[in-house]
């Protein structure tokens, strides 16, 4: 069974600042992993996705992710926080590109002027 | 090309009554998924519908159900409404399988 970990329901970083937001996964098969963005009262955007190609994933607006299979993890990273990015953030397990997807718990990620 | 579009956006219901809710999917994606989003949670996987019959369920009761229309819309009805009900509710369309979900904007549901 697929299951997914952010640590941390709340992160802070001043404006500038380097973001790291955490996702560890559990899947008993090759995974596909998923980051998706989600601003107040709107559905989901996703920033970028893993799907066993290359290891460091690039997605939008400046965020990256690495997948580290010895470490099940999948955290996500931009160099320079924006007042823009100020959202939560979902990490997600699937089977496949398609099949359900199993969503963490969310990290909601505040910017500090 | 337009992405997902839910109907309607909010939505108010007393308890013990029917819902149902619409979701037009990105053009040519032929498989869609409903996820529910109680607050301050992550979405959980109700159903997908690929080709119009349903192909995957999470841990819903059978009040919720769903229909999925040649032109690959669909549908989530829910029945005899209960308070915990109460979510935002997410169609996401994909074509193909690797590529990812696409989302539409939700709907709000509020039962009272």
């Known amino acids: 069974a697929q299951s997914v970990t952010q640590l941390g329901s709340h992160v802070s970083v001043s404006e500038g600042a380097l973001v790291l937001l955490r996702c560890n996964y559990s899947s008993s098969v090759p995974p596909y992993l998923f980051w998706y963005v989600q601003y107040p009262n709107q559905g989901l955007q996703l920033l970028l996705k893993y799907t066993s190609a290359a290891t460091l994933v690039k997605g939008i607006n400046g965020f990256e992710a690495e997948f580290k299979k010895s470490e099940t993890s999948f955290h996500l990273t931009k160099p320079s926080a924006h007042m823009s990015d100020a959202a939560e953030y979902f990490c997600a397990v699937s089977v496949s590109g398609t099949y359900k997807y199993i969503f963490g718990t969310g990290t909601r990620l505040k910017v500090l002027a | 090309e337009t992405g997902v579009t839910q109907s309607p956006t909010h939505l108010i219901k007393t308890r013990g009554q029917q819902v149902t809710l619409r979701c037009s999917s990105q053009?040519?994606?032929?498989?869609v998924s409903w996820y529910q989003q109680a607050l301050g949670q992550g979405p959980q996987f109700i159903f997908q519908y690929y080709r119009e019959e349903e192909n995957g369920r999470g841990n819903f009761p059978p009040r919720f159900s769903g229909l999925q229309f040649p032109n690959y819309s669909s549908e989530l009805n829910v029945n005899a409404l209960e308070l915990d009900d109460s979510a935002l509710y997410l169609c996401?369309?994909?074509?193909?399988?690797?590529?990812?979900?696409?989302f539409g904007s939700g709907t709000r549901l509020t039962v009272v």
């Open positions: 053009s040519g994606h032929n498989t």
């Open positions: 996401a369309s994909s074509l193909g399988d690797r590529g990812g979900y696409t």
